[in-house]
């Protein structure tokens, strides 16, 4: 390839690189795209958009995460927005509600999809059920609750339907076609029972009419003092319990495992070094003995003793005629005959032990050297 062509390439290239560049820009444009995003708030509260509406309307709101601390807290309120219900609900929980709704609560439920055998403790006097959804071609449904001025436009499109065994109680008032909505008169309150629980929660309050309707509920019965919103049945982790009912134990816990490890470590301490497991030799263990009993009280007398012994057992079996001798003879013949000190085979064989190692060292030597010659 010669040089002139391969110019030419390089010219093409760069060319259709600027081209490509320029058309890019002309003719497309940079639009940006709102992605919806789900706050940690919002994903561990499914009805956190429909109480944070309410205090915007300017009515006072609390939620709790399970009917146990609802019921609890019952008497503050005017208003129960119970959109989801298990079996699991006891009938002390059941009963409790009933009472308060007697006196002029409102509440607002959904009803629970049961066979007709089963029964719901709450709304069993009504005999009311929840049918599973069906499609249908109205994608939308209305309501005028009392107190609205005009009807509102609920979504029914995939949202069950509520449905009464025969022989039923009345409802007060209902939806316009009588299958998603009745409320119900009990006492001086009411109980609204919805057949789609999920029309106030974050994805759908928005949607239709759903949050008027949720406004105009909570105000059946007046201005309510307050709005005790349930957000889940399901049973908070023991560590949420524990913290929301002692936090204070959070601080102790800590203190207290800490404490438990500084005191394993101190009893503990370092580890001790692996024992030896090869054996010894018998010299080590006659030696240890020997310091053992040097140690002892009158441990060195009867060391010199022991040999002192073993030399007269021999000098009785080799030479009888010493051993017959006074003790200051027997140590001169001794003498003479291995050529040895007069004194120190006298001082290592009569003279009283002494607690000098060196001088009980080399009397040892000398009984030990006449066992051998003898």
């Given at each position: 390839?010669?040089?002139?062509?391969?110019?030419?390439?390089?010219?093409?290239?760069?060319?259709?690189?600027?081209?490509?560049?320029?058309?890019?820009?002309?003719?497309?444009?940079?639009?940006?795209?709102?992605?919806?995003?789900?706050?940690?708030?919002?994903?561990?509260n499914p009805l956190l958009a429909a109480g944070l509406f309410l205090e915007k309307q300017g009515i006072k709101t609390r939620t709790v995460d399970m009917m146990a601390e609802g019921t609890a807290q019952l008497s503050s309120a005017s208003v129960l927005l119970l959109p989801y219900r298990s079996l699991r609900q006891g009938d002390k929980d059941s009963a409790a509600i009933r009472r308060w709704v007697e006196n002029g609560g409102v509440l607002i439920t959904g009803a629970l999809?049961?066979?007709?055998?089963?029964?719901?403790?709450?709304?069993?006097?009504f005999a009311i059920r929840r049918d599973t959804p069906v499609k249908t071609q109205d994608k939308a449904g209305s309501v005028q609750p009392?107190?609205?001025?005009?009807?509102?436009?609920?979504?029914?499109?995939?949202?069950?339907?509520?449905?009464?065994?025969?022989?039923?109680?009345a409802p007060l008032?209902?939806?316009?076609?009588?299958?998603?909505?009745?409320?119900?008169?009990?006492?001086?309150?009411?109980?609204?029972?919805?057949?789609?629980?999920d029309w106030f929660t974050n994805k759908w309050l928005q949607q239709r009419d759903h949050a008027e309707l949720l406004w105009r509920l909570v105000e059946l019965n007046g201005p309510p003092s307050q709005?005790?919103?349930?957000?889940?049945?399901?049973?908070?982790?023991?560590?949420?319990?524990?913290?929301?009912?002692?936090?204070?134990?959070?601080?102790?816990?800590?203190?207290?495992?800490?404490?438990?490890?500084?005191?394993?470590?101190?009893?503990?301490?370092?580890?001790?070094?692996?024992?030896?497991l090869s054996r010894r030799s018998l010299l080590e263990h006659i030696d240890a003995s020997g310091r053992w009993l040097w140690r002892q009280e009158g441990g060195a007398f009867r060391l010199l003793q022991a040999a002192r012994l073993v030399l007269r057992q021999r000098m009785l079996a080799r030479m009888p005629e010493w051993a017959r001798l006074p003790q200051h003879e027997l140590a001169q013949?001794?003498?003479?005959?291995?050529?040895?000190?007069?004194?120190?085979?006298?001082?290592?064989?009569?003279?009283?032990?002494?607690?000098?190692?060196?001088?009980?060292?080399?009397?040892?030597?000398?009984?030990?050297?006449?066992?051998?010659k003898l």
């Open positions: 390839m010669t040089r002139t062509v391969r110019y030419l390439l390089w010219f093409i290239a760069v060319a259709a690189a600027v081209y490509g560049a320029w058309w890019w820009l002309t003719h497309m444009e940079r639009r940006p795209v709102a992605m919806p995003r789900q706050t940690p708030e919002a994903a561990a999809r049961l066979k007709d055998e089963e029964n719901d403790p709450l709304l069993d006097a009392p107190g609205s001025p005009r009807a509102l436009a609920i979504e029914t499109h995939y949202a069950d339907r509520v449905r009464q065994l025969p022989d039923a109680v008032w209902q939806d316009q076609s009588g299958e998603y909505l009745r409320a119900f008169a009990v006492g001086r309150g009411q109980i609204v029972v919805m057949g789609d629980p709005v005790l919103i349930v957000s889940s049945l399901k049973m908070p982790r023991w560590y949420v319990l524990f913290w929301k009912k002692t936090p204070l134990g959070w601080v102790v816990l800590p203190l207290l495992l800490g404490l438990l490890l500084w005191r394993a470590v101190r009893r503990f301490g370092p580890l001790l070094p692996e024992p030896d013949r001794i003498a003479r005959r291995f050529k040895l000190s007069a004194d120190e085979v006298d001082r290592a064989l009569n003279k009283p032990v002494s607690q000098n190692p060196h001088d009980f060292a080399s009397r040892l030597r000398i009984l030990q050297f006449l066992r051998k």
